[in-house]
Antibody, heavy 120, light 113 residues
Framework: QLQLQESGPGLVKPSETLSLTCTVSGGSISSRNYYWAWIRQPPGKGLEWIGSVDYSGSTYYNPSNKSRVTISVETSKDQFSLKLRSLSAADTAVYYC????????????WGQGTLVTVSS | DIVMTQSPDSLAVSLGERATINCKSSRSVLYSSNNKNYLAWYQRKPGQPPKLLIYWASTRESGVPDRFSGSGSGTDFTLTISSLQAEDVAIYYCQQYFSTPITFGPGTKVDIK
């Protein structure tokens, strides 16, 4: 059964860069059939798709944060990563990684999520 | 961007009764060439990630109880829980995947009356 697990710092300072990693187990990230996504949910707010990457490294970003986001894949480790630059308090959120089978598509499964707080 | 709205914001239903959640998209998510609605529904319980319930607006994900059903087409969709169980207390979200950016509804909280 495919599982995804986010990892990274829980606290980051304003203006710094957030780096999160999603590790995929129970399956290969190299499958040509899937895309790998980052989604976030600020406290008390809705879900926001940040962007996705496929096995080859092709990326698809939400224009809302495109200038600050880089998503990459490391197939040898079955991992994909998110870098979000120039952080502000508005980036405080639970960050999820997830898989989808078409671009765009529905998300299944999801990682448990990791809370990232941006604060000095 | 396609904006997703949901109603109501929250509802409380007695155990065994029907719960109905509405989702509306700012543009049609029906793709005419295949007659499919690019709309999914998720359930999120406290402390857990969202769980996929339904895709293509009405196709139930494997393992999802048949008391959950999705309907609608174009811009108006409904998630129905035919007989609410205690374990169904959660927030429910709709999501469109007709175009990028992928967008979600704000969520509807379902509680027991």
């Amino acid at each position: 059964q495919l599982q995804l697990q986010e990892s990274g710092p829980g606290l980051v300072k304003p203006s710094e860069t957030l780096s999160l990693t999603c590790t995929v187990s129970g399956g290969s990230i190299s499958s040509r059939n899937y895309y790998w996504a980052w989604i976030r949910q600020p406290p008390g707010k809705g879900l926001e798709w940040i962007g996705s990457v496929d096995y080859s490294g092709s990326t698809y970003y939400n224009p809302s944060n495109k200038s600050r986001v880089t998503i990459s894949v490391e197939t040898s480790k079955d991992q994909f990563s998110l870098k979000l630059r120039s952080l502000s308090a508005a980036d405080t959120a639970v960050y999820y990684c997830a898989r989808h089978n078409v671009m765009p598509g529905w998300f299944d499964p999801w990682g448990q999520g990791t809370l990232v707080t941006v604060s000095s | 961007d396609i904006v997703m709205t949901q109603s109501p914001d929250s509802l409380a239903v007695s155990l065994g009764e029907r719960a109905t959640i509405n989702c509306k998209s700012s543009r049609s998510v029906l793709y005419s060439s295949n007659n499919k609605n690019y709309l999914a529904w998720y359930q999120r319980k406290p402390g857990q990630p969202p769980k996929l319930l339904i895709y293509w607006a009405s196709t139930r994900e494997s393992g999802v109880p048949d008391r959950f059903s999705g309907s609608g087409s174009g811009t108006d969709f409904t998630l129905t829980i035919s007989s609410l169980q205690a374990e169904d207390v959660a927030i429910y979200y709709c999501q469109q995947y007709f175009s990028t950016p992928i967008t979600f509804g704000p969520g509807t909280k379902v509680d027991i009356k």
